[in-house]
């Protein structure tokens, strides 16, 4: 309930009003909402600007920065248009001219900017104090007939200038340059077009105005970026996007094989997706090739100067030059997707998710109108020129009594109109003017120019008269600006190319490495490192002070290592991207995240299809598979869950029928390994049962029953015990005592 009472003890004497917070907040939120939603994130369909936009250009043509003439100091055009129409901060509308200017952002610039406007590279503009602008000849085509009453104006922020409500357009801006922004609940993402292809289909919708978007879509094949690029997201997607105005587009740099002579090549790249800036897409590159993720990738260099040129070395001449750019394009930004949202205010008032054909038809809709209105305000003109001109021929005809009357009335006006029956418009116009002009009175020139006039007024009042004559002069208009600004002009051709992405299969990593034998050596403090060749594995190796050596094995640099971390979780490494073996190696810690907190509790190399046994201290434990266990990210895959002071404590391959488990109490389990479940995460089940809080698992085996369990003894001889009726039992069961001779570290080692 709203309550409203007196309140003298305020200065102002005004009324205090009690109302809920949940109505309260939800209408002054409603408000600021829809003041976002129309004032400043949403474009308007019919000139595809946003008021800050528009508000730029029109302070722009009232200081005559015409695209022929001179340039003025960016600070001048934005404190004009702070202190005249967009009171905010002088950095934010600096902002939006200076995109308005950058040819990489936007493909038909409206600001011819002079000095530095930012680059490609992501640099930001320099201040407003050192740079200058002026209009282009597009933004002047946008701004056609404002003097015409070709649209409404409103009153400035303060009441003291008016200003456009919306801009007359000769084409459909909006499409042709694109817009972006966020508002309260709803966001807008629309791609540049090509103008040329936008006036085709805009001429199309006239002439067939149940065109079939399919159709439309063959006219505007899908967007022309700035940047180039080619377009490679499939036809079918396209004119899904077009016809319900949401989608997404697959765009890609567009690159060429360059031949160095005897067999060498190079890639070079000469075009980047839209909004990819150039310096972070180098950097990523960089990166993916010190960290050794596209092996066959040796080097990038950036030798751009006014265009891209970005240089790509192959690590060898063998390399599949297809191969290499379909890994790239799937792991940097040289291949992206533009996801479109054609969310738009259609009168300037209605926000509405728009289709290609609602786009065009909300133009072509405005254009009509400001024709409309345009021919009203010339036939107004053209009247009034009438009404001068025939008193012209008046005064022509009686010139010496006109001289008269001026030279001897006290009231010529009035006497003027008395006598030859003049209106007011006329008799002032006589009156005005300059005694030169007099002598410069012929009938005939006068009677010609009404001639004129009036076969110019009866041909637009035809015009006022007649649809179609209206849609076949916008036609002729936008025939007229497909010639100024289409294809065949500096920027009319199309940039973007469409074309199918090829079809190249996906190529395992391990594909693109030279299979080189290495020795992997990893220290118990987790210093990993890979030594050429396959050496003896009882060679000397060095440590720092206070380690020492924990697992050592041959591999490959195509195999992928597994460590696992007393946390649960299994990391995945590459034999390529290894440390080299001069020195002691880099700390694993380095290349996985695993937490200083935690220990390694095995490395080995992985094996497709093969099974695994994992084991926590609490006696806990499953099979998986390796397969499952491979990790994507430096964070790892968590597989075996520990909480607590539990840790993960055993993982061994299955290579027999039946498991044996022995705990720090020294008691032998086995049993069948077909009683543990195949998990891909979890806690996992009883292996085996501890009498006391402190029993924890000491180690496990896996072995074929048949052959027997075997184990290290204390002078490295393998034992070996076939007859295990004593020690076999249930799974979670206690076990017996460990055989004579069984190690006193209760580990099998073997």
Same mark, same amino acid.
Request: hydrophobic fraction near 40%; glycine fraction near 8%; aromatic fraction near 6%.
């Given at each position: 309930?709203?309550?409203?009472?007196?309140?003298?003890?305020?200065?102002?004497?005004?009324? %205090?009003?009690?109302?809920?917070?949940?109505?309260?907040?939800?209408?002054?939120?409603?408000?600021?909402?829809?003041?976002?939603?129309?004032?400043?994130?949403?474009?308007?369909?019919?000139?595809?600007? $946003?008021?800050?936009?528009?508000?730029?250009?029109?302070?722009?043509?009232?200081?005559?920065?015409?695209?022929?003439?001179?340039?003025?100091?960016?600070?001048?055009?934005?404190?004009?248009?702070?202190?005249?129409?967009?009171?905010?901060?002088?950095?934010?509308?600096?902002?939006?001219?200076?995109?308005? +200017?950058?040819?990489?952002?936007?493909?038909?610039?409206?600001?011819?900017?002079?000095?530095?406007?930012?680059?490609?590279?992501?640099?930001?503009?320099?201040?407003?104090?050192?740079?200058?602008?002026?209009?282009?000849?597009?933004?002047?085509?946008?701004?056609?007939?404002?003097?015409?009453?070709?649209?409404?104006?409103?009153?400035?922020?303060?009441?003291?200038?008016?200003?456009?409500?919306?801009?007359?357009?000769?084409?459909?801006?909006?499409?042709?340059?694109?817009?972006?922004?966020?508002?309260?609940?709803?966001?807008?993402?629309?791609?540049?077009?090509?103008?040329?292809?936008?006036?085709?289909?805009?001429?199309?919708?006239?002439?067939?105005?149940?065109?079939?978007?399919?159709?439309?879509?063959?006219?505007?094949?899908?967007?022309?970026?700035?940047?180039?690029?080619?377009?490679?997201?499939?036809?079918?997607?396209?004119?899904?996007?077009?016809?319900?105005?949401?989608?997404?587009?697959?765009?890609?740099?567009?690159?060429?094989?360059?031949?160095?002579?005897?067999?060498?090549?190079?890639?070079?790249? #000469?075009?980047?997706?839209?909004?990819?800036?150039?310096?972070?897409?180098?950097?990523?590159?960089?990166?993916?090739?010190?960290?050794?993720?596209?092996?066959?990738?040796?080097?990038?260099?950036?030798?751009?100067?006014?265009?891209?040129?970005?240089?790509?070395?192959?690590?060898?001449?063998?390399?599949?030059?297809?191969?290499?750019?379909?890994?790239?394009?799937?792991? #940097?930004?040289?291949?992206?997707?533009?996801?479109?949202?054609?969310?738009?205010?259609?009168?300037?008032?209605?926000?509405?998710?728009?289709?290609?054909?609602?786009?065009?038809?909300?133009?072509?809709?405005?254009?009509?109108?400001?024709?409309?209105?345009?021919?009203?305000?010339?036939?107004?003109?053209?009247?009034?020129?009438?009404?001068?001109?025939?008193?012209?021929?008046?005064?022509?005809?009686?010139?010496?009594?006109?001289?008269?009357?001026?030279?001897? &009335?006290?009231?010529?006006?009035?006497?003027?109109?008395?006598?030859?029956?003049?209106?007011?418009?006329?008799?002032?116009?006589?009156?005005?003017?300059?005694?030169?002009?007099?002598? $410069?009175?012929?009938?005939?020139?006068?009677?010609?120019?009404?001639?004129?006039?009036?076969?110019?007024? +009866?041909?637009? $009042? #035809?015009?006022?008269?007649?649809?179609?004559?209206?849609?076949?002069?916008?036609? &002729?208009?936008?025939?007229?600006?497909?010639?100024?600004?289409?294809?065949?002009?500096?920027?009319?051709?199309?940039?973007?190319?469409?074309?199918?992405?090829?079809?190249?299969?996906?190529?395992?990593?391990?594909?693109?490495?030279?299979?080189?034998?290495?020795?992997?050596?990893?220290?118990?403090?987790?210093?990993?490192?890979?030594?050429?060749?396959?050496?003896?594995?009882?060679?000397?190796?060095?440590?720092?002070?206070?380690?020492?050596?924990?697992?050592?094995?041959?591999?490959?640099?195509?195999?992928?290592?597994?460590?696992?971390?007393?946390?649960?979780?299994?990391?995945?490494?590459?034999?390529?991207?290894?440390?080299?073996?001069?020195?002691?190696?880099?700390?694993?810690?380095?290349?996985?995240?695993?937490?200083? &907190?935690?220990?390694?509790?095995?490395?080995?190399?992985?094996?497709?299809?093969? &099974?695994?046994? %994992?084991?926590?201290?609490?006696?806990?434990?499953?099979?998986?598979?390796?397969?499952?266990?491979?990790?994507?990210?430096?964070?790892?895959?968590?597989?075996?869950?520990?909480?607590?002071?539990?840790?993960?404590?055993?993982?061994?391959?299955? %290579?027999?029928?039946?498991?044996?488990?022995?705990?720090?109490?020294? $008691?032998?389990?086995?049993?069948?390994?077909?009683?543990?479940?195949?998990?891909?995460?979890?806690?996992?089940?009883?292996?085996?049962?501890? +009498?006391?809080?402190?029993?924890?698992?000491?180690?496990?085996?896996?072995?074929?029953?048949?052959?027997?369990?075997?184990?290290?003894?204390?002078?490295?001889?393998?034992?070996?015990?076939?007859?295990?009726?004593?020690?076999?039992?249930?799974?979670?069961?206690?076990?017996?005592?460990?055989?004579?001779?069984?190690?006193?570290?209760?580990?099998?080692?073997?």
């Amino acid at each position: 309930m709203v309550k409203e009472t007196d309140n003298p003890d305020m200065d102002d004497g005004g009324i %205090v009003t009690s109302e809920p917070l949940k109505s309260a907040l939800g209408e002054r939120y409603l408000t600021y909402a829809l003041s976002t939603i129309m004032n400043r994130a949403l474009p308007d369909a019919r000139d595809g600007l $946003k008021p800050v936009h528009r508000r730029i250009l029109y302070a722009m043509r009232e200081l005559k920065l015409d695209h022929k003439g001179r340039y003025r100091k960016s600070s001048k055009i934005t404190g004009d248009v702070m202190g005249n129409y967009h009171p905010h901060g002088d950095a934010a509308i600096y902002d939006a001219m200076a995109r308005l +200017a950058q040819d990489f952002n936007v493909r038909y610039p409206l600001v011819d900017g002079q000095g530095n406007f930012g680059n490609i590279d992501g640099d930001n503009p320099a201040a407003a104090r050192y740079t200058e602008a002026r209009m282009t000849a597009v933004a002047e085509s946008l701004m056609e007939g404002l003097n015409e009453d070709a649209v409404d104006f409103k009153d400035n922020y303060d009441g003291t200038l008016q200003e456009p409500v919306v801009m007359p357009a000769r084409f459909p801006h909006l499409l042709a340059n694109g817009s972006s922004g966020i508002a309260v609940g709803m966001a807008t993402n629309i791609p540049p077009h090509n103008i040329g292809e936008l006036c085709d289909a805009a001429i199309h919708l006239i002439r067939t105005p149940n065109a079939r978007d399919e159709t439309l879509a063959e006219l505007v094949p899908g967007p022309d970026f700035p940047t180039g690029g080619v377009l490679v997201e499939p036809r079918e997607n396209i004119l899904k996007a077009y016809s319900t105005g949401k989608g997404s587009f697959r765009l890609r740099a567009r690159w060429e094989v360059e031949e160095l002579g005897r067999g060498q090549w190079q890639i070079v790249v #000469t075009e980047i997706p839209y909004q990819v800036q150039k310096s972070k897409l180098i950097e990523k590159i960089a990166e993916i090739i010190n960290a050794k993720k596209i092996p066959i990738l040796a080097d990038v260099r950036d030798e751009s100067a006014e265009d891209i040129r970005l240089v790509l070395e192959p690590r060898a001449k063998t390399v599949d030059a297809q191969v290499l750019m379909e890994t790239l394009f799937r792991q #940097t930004d040289l291949e992206t997707r533009f996801s479109l949202n054609m969310n738009v205010l259609i009168d300037g008032l209605t926000p509405q998710v728009a289709s290609l054909k609602e786009m065009l038809r909300a133009f072509i809709d405005h254009a009509r109108e400001v024709l409309g209105r345009r021919t009203k305000f010339r036939l107004g003109k053209i009247a009034t020129r009438l009404e001068v001109l025939e008193g012209y021929i008046i005064a022509f005809l009686n010139l010496d009594r006109v001289i008269e009357i001026i030279r001897y &009335e006290d009231d010529p006006k009035a006497m003027l109109m008395a006598e030859f029956e003049l209106s007011d418009a006329q008799a002032e116009a006589i009156l005005n003017m300059r005694l030169r002009s007099l002598r $410069k009175l012929e009938e005939m020139e006068l009677r010609r120019e009404r001639d004129e006039l009036q076969a110019e007024q +009866a041909e637009l $009042k #035809t015009l006022l008269g007649d649809v179609m004559l209206q849609w076949a002069r916008i036609i &002729e208009q936008l025939r007229e600006t497909k010639k100024t600004f289409g294809k065949g002009t500096e920027n009319g051709a199309r940039r973007t190319e469409l074309a199918d992405a090829p079809d190249v299969e996906e190529v395992p990593i391990e594909a693109m490495i030279e299979k080189e034998p290495i020795t992997v050596v990893c220290s118990k403090m987790g210093w990993i490192r890979a030594l050429k060749g396959h050496i003896a594995l009882d060679s000397d190796m060095k440590f720092k002070d206070g380690d020492e050596g924990r697992f050592i094995f041959h591999a490959h640099t195509t195999d992928k290592l597994l460590l696992l971390g007393d946390n649960g979780r299994f990391y995945t490494l590459g034999g390529v991207a290894l440390p080299g073996g001069r020195g002691m190696g880099e700390p694993v810690r380095l290349m996985v995240d695993l937490p200083n &907190e935690a220990s390694i509790v095995d490395l080995f190399i992985h094996t497709a299809g093969r &099974e695994l046994i %994992v084991g926590s201290s609490a006696g806990d434990g499953f099979v998986v598979t390796e397969d499952d266990v491979i990790a994507q990210t430096r964070s790892g895959k968590q597989v075996l869950n520990v909480r607590g002071d539990v840790r993960a404590r055993v993982c061994e391959p299955v %290579v027999g029928d039946h498991v044996a488990c022995v705990g720090i109490n020294r $008691k032998v389990l086995v049993f069948p390994v077909a009683e543990l479940p195949r998990l891909g995460r979890g806690k996992g089940v009883r292996l085996q049962k501890y +009498a006391d809080k402190d029993g924890e698992l000491s180690d496990l085996k896996s072995f074929d029953l048949k052959s027997g369990l075997q184990w290290l003894d204390t002078g490295g001889r393998t034992r070996t015990v076939t007859e295990l009726d004593e020690w076999q039992g249930k799974r979670a069961s206690a076990g017996r005592m460990a055989p004579r001779g069984f190690p006193r570290d209760n580990k099998f080692n073997a």
